[in-house]
């Protein structure tokens, strides 16, 4: 079956320097990933997407890169801020009979900006 | 626009009840999911429903089960409710597209605590 991997330590980071976050899967090939955020007690809010045939797209702060040969996905916050402190959930989607709108979640890393 | 409005926020139940969660999707999008969240098993997906049709189905036993209106609300019913099913209930609903990439917004979630 399915499986993604997250880092699964809190990631710890001084404001100002970039957060790294990796998903790797395995035992899939999805047509697109996404990346959400996740607050404490509040449903995922949706930042970025990506598909298979592309290799990085960028938002504002945020930077999402996707190896399909590697089957990984890197996600970076850049100049981080302590309000950038939540969990980040990497999702997969795509590529399952019976329609597209099924995501594979990963557990999530949670990121913490300390001033 | 307003965002997905998920109705209980909260709900207690005991086991061997059965329950009823209520999501209106962002005005405009047809497609509804469903989504189980538990600090051990994370973010699961339970169905999905499009057209008042479910389209998709996670690996969930036949006591959940769901149902689309025909303005687009969904609403999800677990029966005989055991502890396990203590969780945060998600919905997230997304426009179609013919692109097959649709991104999907939540919801605040359901927090159901069974006792």
């Known amino acids: 079956s399915q499986k993604i991997e997250q880092n699964s330590e809190a990631l710890n980071i001084q404001e100002g320097k970039t957060a790294t976050l990796t998903c790797n899967y395995t035992?899939?090939?999805?047509?697109?990933l996404q990346w959400y955020r996740q607050d404490p007690g509040r449903g995922p809010v949706f930042l970025l997407l990506?598909?298979?045939?592309?290799k990085e797209k960028r938002k504002e702060r945020l930077k999402v890169t996707f190896d399909t040969t590697l089957k990984q996905s890197l996600f970076h916050i850049t100049a981080s801020q302590p309000a950038d402190s939540a969990t980040y959930l990497c999702?997969?989607?795509?590529?399952?009979?019976?329609?597209?709108?099924?995501?594979?979640f990963g557990a999530g890393t949670r990121l913490a900006v300390h001033p | 626009k307003a965002g997905v409005t998920q109705t209980p926020r909260y709900l207690i139940k005991t086991r061997g009840q059965q329950v009823t969660l209520s999501c209106s999707p962002i005005?405009?999008?047809?497609?509804v999911s469903w989504y189980q969240q538990t600090p051990g098993q994370g973010l699961q997906f339970l169905f999905e429903y499009f057209s008042e049709t479910q389209r998709n189905k996670g690996n969930f036993p036949g006591r959940f089960s769901g149902r689309q209106f025909s303005n687009s609300r969904s609403e999800m019913n677990v029966s005989t409710l055991e502890l396990g099913d203590s969780a945060l209930y998600l919905c997230?609903?997304?426009?179609?597209?013919?692109?097959?990439?649709?991104?999907?917004?939540f919801g605040p979630g359901t927090r159901l605590t069974v006792l």
């Open positions: 035992n899939y090939s999805p047509a697109y």
């Open positions: 990506i598909r298979e045939n592309e």
């Open positions: 997230a609903s997304s426009l179609v597209s013919s692109g097959g990439t649709d991104t999907q917004y």
């Open positions: 999702a997969l989607g795509g590529g399952f009979s019976g329609g597209y709108n099924k995501l594979i």
């Open positions: 005005s405009g999008h047809r497609s």
